[in-house]
């Protein structure tokens, strides 16, 4: 029966993040401590993850970069909607009477345009 360990302690995955950080390899650090360096590695990996850091991979994003992807996806599809409406109006048969209140509103009358 293979033997079990309890889970390492966070403050010391912290401590061989910080070693491969500062240069230290991790199969140098598997041979001097007791963790496999596939667990060391796995450690700095999950590390980098949660500090938003860029994975070695490239395609991965980080947290904050997500995050404003998610923001400006949104935005986009809420522009669109605003120029899907705008569109239609214009196209309209009542689209002097909606510029007018559109300038009205905006406080920019367009040049030339006499509407009362």
Known sequence: ???TRPPYSPEFRRQMVDL???GRSADDLA???EPTA???CAWVAAADRQ???REK???ALT???REELARLRRENKQLRVERDILSRAAA????EAFAAGFARETGAVPSGFSGS
């Open 31 to 33: 041979r001097e401590f």
């Open 20 to 22: 491969v950080r500062a």
């Open 38 to 40: 596939q667990s060391i």
């Open 63 to 65: 947290a904050t970069e």
């Open 57 to 59: 991979k490239g395609d």
């Open 51 to 53: 500090e938003g850091r």
């Open 92 to 95: 309209s048969p009542k689209r």
């Open 1 to 3: 029966m293979p033997k």
